[in-house]
């Protein structure tokens, strides 16, 4: 007996839960599929902030909780939200309160009026609020919305049919991750409509429902089973890749222009990408190129620059048909100690008498602790002017420059116990492109022989990789329009970061790509072209490092803080950052008088220009490929979108609530007209034939049929063939229908209570 009052509490809280177990479903489901819409937000670059996403997480929360108790006015109901979410907005931002301080000039106190103060205090306090007020404002206010919303099932189905779209069309066309989002949102739907249907049939045919009740388990048993089986069938469904183009691909592809394609981190499509794909970043080993990779968005410099540019790293000039090697010749190099910030000497072997720069200052602040062979800068890094906010102790650092190659060595390894400097300062002379110039560049035949190694080429290069660049230079004149010719042509071939090797058979690298594959990434594109260009005997060299990321106005313009039109020079004065996915590859080519000069031939790349003082760029090149000049243009806004999505459910949710009391004073109309019409028959027998009458009309929607020809007595006859088990209710109804119809007497209230009694249990069972 000691037990009894725990049993009959267990008992009273189970009665308690399923009480109202409708709308309390309907709020659980409602909610987590409004979490999918903050979860997509919290994924956005540089959109909300965590502490935002979290207050709005406590804010569905909350108005869950509080909308549980059945028996609660709606106005006490709003009051204990509204309450409770000013707590947790002040928990939020560490609200403090500011009393009235009342001020004093000259040592006079100013005259105390009680509105001044009020406002004083009111502006003081509720200032530290506004920050996530009206993330939370906006939150619950959709909450609620939706909890009106989701009353009957085309809302619901509307209300999941809108989400998923929404963030499909944000999952393709950006590189958030966002397949858990849509499929929770179609669980939720899937939830509402069950929850729905159970509700309904609880309301329409309560028999079965009772059925229902008393042996729950014969219904629930094969739903989770469906449900579990339908979820771990998709789990195990292998990856298959796209059969048809997306209409904005199409239309990309229509206009001329490449649509890269995006592979998100952590993506099924990553997983299952082909063996050897390694995340994107600064390699190390260039000897075996090839594969694919997955593109890596971790941040790993900040660089700040008096101009947009290529951040160069190491260059190689040794091909061995696979990949990209050290020559003899670099080896045997002699290499210069960096001890100050002396400028660093030219090599002796390049021409650069005729070349015009501009001097370009960059400050890089490394984002990991990673140890590089090199320090990134500009082409042609001059001199080191500070490391690590130090102009001293540069021998600390290991550093050395190579003149023939450009570039800042470093010799550290994790075993030497010296620092990779965290942050450093260095001045480039960026070459001004002068095509008018370079196209009467000539090469020197006594610089051959200092240039041969970037001339070699290996011997089984197979010959119709010469074949090809001879057909695409064949009209040109000179060097520079011959490089030009190459550029282009690779320009126009596709881009893809996980190329199809199953099918070739060339064991060249350059050869597979320009005859089998033909589509690649940048070092397919870049290596390609550093060798087309030396078959016909100009020298070139592969250049790899990192592109120049995103400026802090590019940025501003995704959040959406800064309009386009306000954003005159993208490519000047900037800090830039350079994230594992801006690793990339080119080339550079000698021209004679002008020295390395720089050129991209990978699809969908530009390489930026050099600006003189006037702010202008000059020598505009009239080879310059048609596809991209509106690269810049082509930036996704994650905040303008999301802006424009909560300002569109906003719009759409106010609308309906406005035509809520429209729709609510018809339905009061159609009642108004429906009691008319009631009170239309004189008598009881008037109100049988209608009821008869209107179960017609209902039976008809239903799928039972009446001919005109046919009497009430052959009708209810055929329907009797197929629902025996009515058939006492059939005679029982078309007797009272015949009498109250055709014999003039007046039919009884007992009857008429009979009639009804007929009439809902042939609606309930038909």
Not at 261 to 275: L, N, R
Request: aromatic share 12%; proline share 4%; glycine share 6%.
């Amino acid at each position: 007996m000691s037990d009894d009052w725990r049993v009959r509490l267990f008992i009273k809280l189970g009665r308690m839960a399923l009480n109202d177990w409708e709308r309390r479903l309907k709020l659980f489901f409602g909610g987590l599929f409004l979490l999918q819409f903050v979860y997509w937000f919290g994924q956005e670059d540089m959109g909300f902030l965590p502490s935002i996403i979290k207050v709005m997480e406590y804010t569905v929360l909350i108005v869950f909780l509080l909308q549980l108790p059945v028996r609660m006015q709606l106005w006490l109901r709003l009051i204990l939200q509204f309450i409770a979410l000013l707590g947790m907005n002040a928990l939020a931002v560490g609200y403090h309160y500011i009393p009235y301080y009342k001020v004093t000039i000259n040592t006079v106190a100013v005259k105390f009026h009680f509105f001044s103060a009020v406002s004083q205090v009111f502006e003081n306090n509720a200032s530290q609020l506004i920050p996530a007020s009206f993330f939370i404002a906006g939150a619950w206010l959709i909450y609620l919305l939706a909890i009106w919303w989701i009353k009957a099932k085309w809302r619901i189905s509307f209300m999941v049919v809108f989400g998923v779209v929404a963030v499909a069309v944000r999952d393709s066309f950006s590189t958030n991750q966002l397949w858990s989002e849509s499929a929770m949102m179609i669980f939720c739907g899937l939830c509402l409509l069950v929850v729905h249907h159970f509700a309904a049939l609880k309301r329409k045919n309560p028999t079965s429902w009772a059925y229902i009740a008393e042996y729950p388990g014969a219904l629930a048993l094969p739903v989770v089973l469906i449900l579990g089986l339908a979820m771990l069938l998709g789990s195990l469904a292998p990856d298959v890749s796209n059969l048809l183009t997306d209409p904005y691909t199409l239309y990309q592809n229509w206009k001329g222009e490449t649509v890269t394609k995006i592979i998100k981190p952590g993506s099924s499509s990553s997983a299952s990408s082909s063996k050897g794909n390694n995340a994107s970043g600064y390699s190390r080993n260039d000897e075996k190129l090839g594969g694919g990779f997955d593109f890596d968005y971790s941040p790993v410099m900040n660089i700040n620059a008096s101009q947009r540019s290529y951040w160069r790293g190491e260059t190689r000039s040794l091909y061995t048909g696979a990949g990209w090697d050290i020559s003899d010749a670099d080896k045997l190099e002699k290499v210069s100690s960096v001890i100050d910030a002396s400028p660093f000497p030219d090599d002796p072997k390049v021409d650069t008498s005729k070349l015009k720069t501009v001097d370009v200052t960059q400050t890089v602040t490394f984002e990991r602790d990673t140890l590089y062979p090199v320090l990134f800068g500009a082409l042609n890094i001059t001199k080191i002017n500070a490391i690590d906010e130090a102009n001293s102790g540069y021998e600390n650092y290991g550093l050395q420059w190579s003149s023939s190659h450009a570039e800042l060595r470093t010799n550290l390894t994790k075993s030497s116990g010296k620092p990779f400097p965290k942050t450093y300062t260095i001045i480039s002379k960026v070459p001004i492109i002068d095509p008018v110039g370079l196209r009467t560049s000539t090469l020197d035949p006594t610089k051959t022989a200092a240039l041969q190694e970037y001339l070699n080429l290996p011997k089984e290069l197979p010959a119709r990789v010469k074949a090809l660049t001879e057909s695409l230079t064949v009209n040109q004149t000179n060097q520079y329009d011959k490089v030009k010719a190459i550029e282009a042509y690779l320009q126009k071939l596709p881009y893809t970061n996980r190329p199809d090797l199953k099918s070739t058979t060339s064991k060249d690298f350059v050869d597979k790509f320009l005859f089998e594959l033909k589509t690649g990434y940048c070092d397919y594109f870049s290596t390609a072209m550093a060798v087309m260009a030396r078959t016909i005997d100009i020298p070139t060299r592969w250049v790899k490092g990192y592109t120049s990321g995103t400026s802090s106005q590019e940025q501003a313009r995704e959040r959406g803080s800064v309009p386009d039109g306000v954003i005159t020079n993208i490519d000047g004065p900037d800090l830039y950052s350079v994230r594992n996915s801006n690793a990339h590859s080119w080339v550079e080519v000698y021209f004679e008088g002008w020295g390395w000069i720089p050129f991209e031939p990978t699809s969908g790349f530009i390489l930026p220009k050099a600006i003189v003082n006037d702010g202008t760029t000059p020598l505009v090149d009239d080879h310059t490929v048609a596809t991209n000049t509106n690269a810049g243009n082509n930036k996704s806004n994650p905040m303008l979108l999301i802006t424009a999505l909560i300002g569109a459910v906003i719009v759409i949710a106010g609308t309906l609530w406005l035509l809520r009391a429209k729709l609510q004073k018809l339905r009061q109309r159609i009642r108004i007209v429906r009691r008319l019409q009631r009170r239309k028959a004189e008598n009881l027998n008037d109100q049988v034939v209608n009821e008869y009458s209107r179960l017609l009309r209902y039976l008809k929607r239903k799928g039972f049929s009446s001919d005109d020809y046919e009497t009430a007595r052959e009708m209810f006859q055929r329907w009797s063939e197929k629902k025996k088990w009515l058939i006492k209710e059939f005679d029982a109804l078309l007797a009272l229908f015949e009498k109250a119809k055709y014999s003039g007497k007046a039919v009884t209230t007992d009857e008429l209570k009979q009639a009804h009694v007929i009439f809902k249990r042939l609606r309930q069972e038909m």
